[in-house]
T-cell receptor, first 111, second 116 residues
Framework: SQQGEEDPQALSIQEGENATMNCSYKTSINNLQWYRQNSGRGLVHLILIRSNEREKHSGRLRVTLDTSKKSSSLLITASRAADTASYFCATDSGGNNRLAFGKGNQVVVIP | GAVVSQHPSWVICKSGTSVKIECRSLDFQATTMFWYRQFPKQSLMLMATSNEGSKATYEQGVEKDKFLINHASLTLSTLTVTSAHPEDSSFYIC????????????FGPGTRLTVT
């Protein structure tokens, strides 16, 4: 079942700007993960945030999680042309590592 | 580490034929592998969970007789699309979970299937 749902908007930004995308979900989760997918390729794991965490950083990535609102955000700071990709959130709810993916946000970083 | 490969990366087949896709964890043991399909500009839909040495668990709406999954070893799972039809054309992606880490999954590069 598709639980994680990003705001359905494509982002087009200039290199150096920040990119923010959101994800909402419907049921309780064990963790929420963000992935990147370049066109026609597999997924690359970016960051995982557990249900008892509120914020996590990894390099230029910052993820927040608000379990009361059942939402998460991914911030990419100082974007680069290489960040151009689709970004998906995925929730793990059942404890058996089955992931429910959101619709994805396409980000285009203009050099 | 934690590399997952898929073979083939793309395949074209005629309607009615069967196609097998392999998913391998190259440098770790994967007790569980997952199969997804993705239509153009859409998200990933989980098809089934594959456990080594046991029958796969299929998601609701996925025909197990059409999508045969075999997880014969800790490093290999196969998906066979039987009697393929044009509507089966899609991007099929597998992922594998590491035995020691319960959360993170590692995804293969995907297989583009086109049924003519």
């Amino acid at each position: 079942s598709q639980q994680g749902e990003e705001d359905p908007q494509a982002l087009s930004i200039q290199e150096g700007e920040n990119a923010t995308m959101n994800c909402s979900y419907k049921t309780s989760i064990n963790n929420l993960q963000w992935y990147r997918q370049n066109s026609g390729r597999g997924l690359v794991h970016l960051i995982l945030i557990r249900s008892n965490e509120r914020e996590k950083h990894s390099g230029r990535l910052r993820v927040t999680l608000d379990t009361s609102k059942k939402s998460s955000s991914l911030l990419i700071t100082a974007s680069r042309a290489a960040d151009t990709a689709s970004y998906f959130c995925a929730t793990d709810s059942g404890g058996n590592n089955r992931l429910a993916f959101g619709k994805g946000n396409q980000v285009v970083v203009i050099p | 580490g934690a590399v997952v490969s898929q073979h083939p990366s793309w395949v074209i087949c005629k309607s009615g034929t069967s196609v097998k896709i392999e998913c391998r964890s190259l440098d770790f043991q994967a007790t569980t592998m997952f199969w997804y399909r993705q239509f153009p500009k859409q998200s990933l839909m989980l098809m089934a969970t594959s456990n080594e040495g046991s029958k796969a668990t299929y998601e609701q709406g996925v025909e197990k007789d059409k999508f045969l999954i075999n997880h014969a070893s800790l490093t290999l799972s196969t998906l066979t699309v039987t009697s393929a039809h044009p509507e089966d054309s899609s991007f099929y992606i597998c992922s594998a979970g590491r035995q020691a880490l319960t959360y993170e999954q590692y995804f293969g590069p995907g297989t583009r299937l086109t049924v003519t």
